[in-house]
Each structure stands twice: as C-alpha cells, then as structure tokens.
C-alpha cells in the first residue's frame, strides 16, 4: 500500500498541486514538472502484460483531472488540456527498445512499432500552447503510434 501511494503522490497529487500552482500564478517547482506531470496510454488501458496498477490508476486519475479542471476553469478562459503520450525515450521506457523482451510486447501492439523520438509531440504541444486550440478544453489528445486503437 505505501507504494500504491507514493506513486499516486508523485503521479496525480503533484499533478493537482502544480494546477493550483499555476492556476493561482504561482512558482511551481522545475522538479516536479520535470517528472510525470502527464498522464499516458496506460490510463486509458490496461498496462498487461506490464503489472503496474499504481501507474495506471495514477494516470487515469490526471485523465479524469483533466477534463474537470477543464470544465471547472473554462469559465474563467483558462483552458486545461493534455497529452497522453505512447511509447517514447524516457526512464518509464528504459529496456522497451525494439529488440528486448519488454519491447516485443510493446512492438506486438504497434502498428508502428518504432520507439518515436520526443521531437515528435512538438506539433501537439504547439497547438495545445496556440490559440488552434482555443476552443479545446479538458481533452487529452493521444500520440501513441495507435496503441489505443487497437
């Protein structure tokens, strides 16, 4: 149970602390931005065959945080949105390359099994920042190489 909940901290009880944070105009901490302040596929689906159900409900529940901040905020023109990314480089992916046994299971799912490259949501972050998005608030937009189609 302690890790249950020290990953919800860190995954979804930072997330709304740095909402509060940044709603009110305040500082937030570069560390914690900096760590799982998104949330991914795996809180939309099930992470099986990886057992990971702390992550899973952490990234549902910033899901589920996402559209009610958004729908509670629009009305003060503040919009809250965010991407829920696939399989990309980072310390959650470390041993999921093409090739290992993590990443075969990643690659059975993909219909583009290439590990993608973090240039790749910068098209998505733009129009998140830009006013293309303006009338977009509390979604969570997917850029998973269509793992959630499937």
Partial sequence: MDDFRAVLEINLMAVFELSRLAARGDDCPTEWIDHHTSPSILG??????????????????????TRELGCQWAKHGVRVNAMAPGFFPAESTEGMEPGTPAGGLRDQRLPDASLRRPHELDGMLLFLASDASSYCTGQVLTIDGGWTAR
């Avoid at 899973?56 to 910033?62: E, H, L």
């Fill in 44 to 65: 939309m689906v099930s992470s099986l065959p990886i057992p990971n159900a702390s992550y899973a409900a952490s990234k549902g529940g910033v899901i589920n945080l």
